[in-house]
């Protein structure tokens, strides 16, 4: 697969739990952004990453923390979940962080807490 | 919100065409994306428009009024499989960050 592959696809878990969620960039991809989308409501920007340094945070709870790795794929780490956590999240990788390049995305992980 | 608007909803008629707003009133802007979801799936690139004016992609076709914080998506020729959510997306000009509408969810009727 040559496009962002995230990574679970679904996953449950309880209230107050905790949640690792990956992305894999395209190959030569540095720039990678982190987005939420709830039922029927925008993409909502969370955090970006470009050549393994933060650049950028958006809504991302401070629960949350994003790290972006050598080979610039990218982990979520999610602690003490709450219901309202429930949500698509997308992550989306672009060639370089300016010019005509525009992002493409990952299938997303459906997370659900209950 | 972050700044983008656009209508839950339109509706239009297979093979006539369907207009999909967009306004803005970011803090930045750095051009504008415009994407095609569907229902569970991730958000595709259709196109990216930065000058003023309208931008002729065949099936897809977009306008941009800067001074007015207006973009527009034009379909023509629609096809029932044109049904998707559009996405009309701001770039900001620290990195390119996408700032997202909450989409038009644009029905095709037989």
């Known amino acids: 697969d040559s496009g962002v592959v995230q990574s679970p696809r679904h996953i449950i878990k309880e209230k107050g739990g905790r949640s690792v969620l990956t992305c894999i960039p395209i190959?030569?991809?540095?720039?990678v952004v982190w987005y939420q989308q709830t039922l029927g409501k925008e993409l909502k920007f969370l955090i970006q990453h470009y050549e393994k340094v933060e650049r950028d945070k958006g809504f991302l709870p401070s629960r949350f923390s994003v790290q972006q790795f050598d080979d610039y794929h990218s982990e979520m780490n999610m602690s003490a979940l709450e219901l309202e956590d429930s949500a698509m999240y997308f992550c989306?990788?672009?060639?370089?962080?300016?010019?005509?390049?525009?992002?493409?995305f990952g299938s997303g992980t459906r997370l659900l807490v209950i | 919100g972050q700044g983008v608007e656009q209508p839950d909803n339109l509706m239009s008629v297979e093979g006539t065409f369907a207009r999909v707003n967009c306004t803005y009133s970011t803090s930045g802007f750095n051009g504008l994306s415009w994407y095609q979801q569907r229902e569970g799936h991730a958000p595709v690139f259709l196109s990216y428009v930065v000058l003023d004016g309208l931008k002729d992609s065949g099936h897809f076709s977009t306008f941009l009024s800067r001074s007015n914080g207006y973009s527009y998506l034009l379909l023509t020729e629609l096809q029932i499989k044109d049904s998707a959510s559009y996405l009309c997306a701001v770039r900001m000009p620290n990195y390119n960050v996408l700032y997202f509408g909450s989409g038009t969810k644009l029905t095709v009727e037989p």
């Open positions: 190959s030569g991809h540095s720039n």
């Open positions: 989306a990788s672009s060639l370089d962080r300016g010019g005509v390049s525009d992002y493409t």
